[in-house]
C-alpha cells in the first residue's frame, strides 16, 4: 500500500505509543490499522505502553489484557474540517454498516471515537468476536 499522507498526522502523534523504531505508518492511523489487521494484529494504541514494547501485537495478547480489565482509552475528536484523502479506500475495506456516521472511512478519528466510548471499531469487533 503507498504512503499516503495524512491530514491529522501530527494530531496522531501526539497519542501514538508505537516504539517501532522506523515504521512508516506512524500517526497516519489508516494504514496502520490495516497493516496490523492484515496479521490479526491490532495497533500499539490497543495496548499499555508496557506491552506495546514487547512487540507482540497480537489479538491473542489483547484478548488477555481485556479479560483483566484494560481499556483502550483515546479522546475523541470532531471530524470538521477533515478531509481523509484515503477515506474511499478505506470505505472499501472497513466492514461498518452505519454509512451516515461522520467518521465512516476516516480511521483515526472512528478510533478515537470507539475508544472514547470503551468500544470497538466494527473492524476490530469482527476480530474479537471471531477470536472469543
Same mark, same amino acid.
Given at each position: 500500500?503507498?504512503?499516503?499522507?495524512?491530514? #491529522?498526522?501530527?494530531?496522531?502523534? *501526539?497519542?501514538?505509543?508505537? /516504539?517501532?523504531?522506523?515504521?512508516?505508518? *506512524?500517526?497516519?492511523?489508516?494504514?496502520?490499522?490495516? =497493516?496490523?489487521?492484515?496479521?490479526?494484529?491490532?495497533?500499539?494504541?490497543?495496548?499499555?505502553?508496557? $506491552?506495546? %514494547?514487547? &512487540? +507482540? %501485537?497480537?489479538? =491473542? %495478547?489483547?484478548?488477555?489484557? &481485556? %479479560?483483566?480489565?484494560?481499556?483502550?482509552?483515546?479522546?475523541?475528536? /470532531?471530524?470538521?474540517?477533515?478531509? @481523509?484523502?484515503? #477515506?474511499?479506500?478505506? *470505505?472499501? !475495506?472497513?466492514?461498518?454498516?452505519? &454509512? +451516515?456516521?461522520? !467518521?465512516?472511512?476516516?480511521?483515526?478519528?472512528?478510533?478515537?471515537?470507539?475508544? /472514547?466510548?470503551?468500544?470497538?471499531?466494527? @473492524? $476490530? #469487533?469482527?476480530? $474479537? #468476536?471471531?477470536?472469543?
Amino acid at each position: 500500500m503507498p504512503q499516503i499522507s495524512c491530514q #491529522r498526522a501530527q494530531e496522531n502523534l *501526539k497519542s501514538c505509543i508505537c /516504539s517501532w523504531p522506523t515504521c512508516a505508518r *506512524k500517526g497516519n492511523c489508516c494504514l496502520c490499522l490495516r =497493516h496490523h489487521l492484515e496479521d490479526e494484529e491490532l495497533p500499539a494504541c490497543f495496548f499499555t505502553t508496557e $506491552v506495546e %514494547r514487547t &512487540y +507482540d %501485537r497480537s489479538l =491473542h %495478547r489483547f484478548l488477555n489484557l &481485556y %479479560r483483566q480489565g484494560f481499556r483502550p482509552v483515546l479522546e475523541a475528536a /470532531s471530524a470538521e474540517g477533515i478531509e @481523509c484523502p484515503q #477515506r474511499a479506500e478505506n *470505505k472499501k !475495506f472497513c466492514p461498518c454498516t452505519n &454509512y +451516515d456516521c461522520e !467518521f465512516h472511512g476516516i480511521c483515526c478519528l472512528c478510533m478515537r471515537s470507539h475508544m /472514547s466510548q470503551e468500544t470497538f471499531p466494527a @473492524c $476490530v #469487533r469482527e476480530l $474479537v #468476536r471471531a477470536a472469543s
